[in-house]
Nanobody
Framework: QVQLVESGGGLVQPGGSLRLSCAAS????????MGWYRQAPGKPRELVAA???????NYADSVKGRFTISRDNAKNTVYLQMNSLKPEDTAVYYC??????????WGQGTQVTVSS
């Protein structure tokens, strides 16, 4: 199991920015597929942004142009830069890793609250 440690969540005003970090216990180059999901109370967990097995990126339509997923392979860390935050972005954000041949791993989640 890949261990994932998330950080960077918090309270921010609408229009503000946050950067989330997800540090993996293994090589994210080997893991290949990693991404960010979010879940609000009473709603299903949804993909926000991710690197696919092929190295491309996927974004939810609701965050395109505002969020950017990036990575630092040397630090085994994936980031989510969130700009122009909206109240509807409020959720618990989870990091996910999908290593080839292994069951997916999830981080503990970090709360993002966008409120004035």
């Amino acid at each position: 199991q890949v261990q994932l440690v998330e950080s960077g969540g918090g309270l921010v005003q609408p229009g503000g920015s946050l950067r989330l970090s997800c540090a993996a216990s293994g090589s994210i180059v080997s893991i290949r597929a990693m991404g960010w999901y979010r879940q609000a109370p009473g709603k299903p967990r949804e993909l926000v942004a991710a690197f696919t097995y092929g190295g491309s990126t996927n974004y939810a339509d609701s965050v395109k142009g505002r969020f950017t997923i990036s990575r630092d392979n040397a630090k085994n860390t994936v980031y989510l830069q969130m700009n122009s935050l909206k109240p509807e972005d409020t959720a618990v954000y989870y990091c996910k890793a999908d290593p080839p041949g292994w069951s997916p791993s999830w981080g503990q989640g970090t709360q993002v609250t966008v409120s004035s």
